[in-house]
């Protein structure tokens, strides 16, 4: 496309600089005709690479995207019209299940969740709650403010694309809110608790998600408030909702649980890594931008195992030996995975490493929660 818009101009100049040759029959000659497209290709190529700095191929048109990748909201996805289906990527699906697990961490903390239809359905409204509603809100406020970078970095995401309109994406974020409000009076009602913790946190937590995003504030903007931001909205928000709908949350587990985030920051900084070009263009200080790659990568596996040592070492000295070590036989995979691809390339094997990291680390949550709730 670019060489055939730059096919007039081009002729113009030549022409310009040869008017002794203008309408004569050499310019349609065969070897001119060769000639100038190789000047038009060279030259497209050469604009296209100052004005559009594609990236690796992994950053492909979604038209020949995955189908799952596009219900997930991750890239590689493939182009869709259907609008549920848009407005459901714009929530990225693949972020909601470490706040489900929260959730969960949270509720077997209490000691005091039952197996019976009453818990089970107050856990799934809990588990909406902080998944789909308030992370996906978090997402499509986050897509909202960031779709300057992700025109740069990903296209292929919904604003950025044109799948779905700005204004659409704005109407989209309120009726988000909107229904998240009715499940969130029933968890009130439900909770058995005459102060409206569960209502402050939702509502904490949805005040959190856009400064997070939102200027003037725009905590993303600081590598480190930014990422702790994160990742207590992934790991303490979800635990303490869990914890207060079954039980009673406790000055202990609120420390415990913010102290646990810093392996949450961890796990923020990993997903840095891949956009340090366009943090830099915009002037956000993310770890890996104001301390550079090989800093950054060490800081991020730093965060993620040694609050998780701390935590085995609390375990152990509150005369939990059993539940310590195995927090530790959970550690050594997570570090093995580190040296094996994060700290070889951590853009590269981000996602391999997440994959194959990040299971232990939720396991890890889950045995914490066990021993906090004996």
């Not at 309408?23 to 190789?38: A, D, G, K, N, Y």
């Not at 974020?173 to 009130?188: D, H």
Request: proline residues 6%.
């Amino acid at each position: 496309m670019a060489s055939v818009l730059n096919t007039v101009p081009s002729l113009r100049i030549s022409n310009f600089n040869n008017t002794n040759r203008v309408r004569t029959r050499q310019v349609f000659t065969p070897s001119s005709v060769s000639f100038t497209r190789r000047r038009l290709t060279i030259r497209a190529t050469e604009t296209d690479a100052n004005e559009v700095k594609p990236e690796a191929p992994d950053k492909a048109p979604a038209a020949a995207g995955s189908s799952f990748n596009q219900l997930l909201g991750i890239k590689g996805a493939a182009e869709e019209t259907n609008i549920w289906k848009i407005r459901l990527q714009l929530t990225k699906p693949v972020t909601w299940p470490p706040l489900v697990w929260g959730v969960v961490c949270g509720a077997a903390a209490s000691g005091n969740f039952h197996w019976n239809v009453e818990d089970v359905a107050k856990s799934i409204v809990c588990m909406m709650m902080s998944g789909p509603f308030l992370t996906g809100y978090t997402q499509t406020l986050n897509d909202w403010y960031d779709r300057e970078i992700d025109a740069m970095k990903e296209p292929y995401r919904p604003i950025p694309s044109g799948a779905i309109s700005e204004n659409e994406a704005c109407h989209y974020t309120n009726l988000v809110v909107a229904f998240r409000r009715p499940w969130l009076g029933w968890s009130i009602r439900r909770a058995g608790h005459d102060f409206p913790i569960i209502f402050y946190l939702a509502l904490g937590g949805s005040l959190l998600s856009y400064i997070y995003s939102a200027p003037p504030l725009k905590l993303k903007q600081n590598g480190w408030i930014g990422n702790f931001a994160l990742g207590a909205s992934y790991i303490s928000l979800p635990w303490w909702a869990g914890q207060a709908l079954f039980g009673t949350l406790t000055p202990d587990i609120i420390v415990l649980t913010t102290l646990y985030s810093i392996a949450g920051l961890g796990i923020a900084i990993v997903n840095d890594f891949k956009s340090i070009e366009g943090d830099r263009e915009l002037g956000l200080q993310s770890l890996p931008v104001a301390f550079g790659e090989e800093t950054a990568k060490w800081i991020c596996v730093g965060a993620i195992d040694i609050t998780q040592l701390s935590v085995a070492g609390y375990l152990l000295g509150a005369g939990k030996p059993y539940y310590a070590l195995a927090l530790l036989a959970l550690i050594i995979p997570q570090v093995i995975f580190q040296f094996q691809y994060f700290l070889k390339d951590p853009v590269k094997y981000d996602v391999k490493y997440q994959a194959s990291a990040q299971p232990f680390l939720v396991l890890g949550l889950l045995v914490t929660a066990l021993a906090t709730s004996h």
